[in-house]
Nanobody, 123 residues
Framework: VQLVESGGGLVQAGGSLRLSCAASGSIFDIVNINSMGWYRQAPGKQRELVASITRGGRTDYADSVKGRFTISRDSAKNTVYLQMNSLKPEDTAVFYC???????????????WGQGTQVTVSS
């Protein structure tokens, strides 16, 4: 699975950005995707979940972004989006796309990561 992210950048506090992540690969790579999502890592901090969406459409958000961020997907395009509104300086981080796939024939899952895209929110 290859993940291509786009949409990061510099924005003022209160502004909006939309991140996109397209998953590609052979048909054997893109089947059995259990969930897609976004994580972020700020300087000196651990990587944390921002939002995720399962194959069944269930979403999960970090408490810090609830009501401001919305995750969505286009299954036909194997693309996941993160609409970020009312951005705050504390949202500044490198955002990473994540795809979690079922390992065929096992109960295990495997994570795939994008290269990361910088989001900087100025005060």
């Amino acid at each position: 699975v290859q993940l291509v992210e786009s949409g990061g950048g510099l924005v003022q506090a209160g502004g909006s950005l939309r991140l996109s992540c397209a998953a590609s690969g052979s048909i054997f790579d893109i089947v059995n995707i259990n969930s897609m999502g976004w994580y972020r890592q700020a300087p000196g901090k651990q990587r944390e979940l921002v939002a995720s969406i399962t194959r069944g459409g269930r979403t999960d958000y970090a408490d810090s972004v609830k009501g401001r961020f919305t995750i969505s997907r286009d299954s036909a395009k194997n693309t996941v989006y993160l609409q970020m509104n009312s951005l705050k300086p504390e949202d500044t981080a490198v955002f990473y796309c994540n795809v979690r796939k079922q390992v065929p024939g096992t109960p295990a899952e495997r994570d795939y990561w994008g290269q990361g895209t910088q989001v900087t929110v100025s005060s």
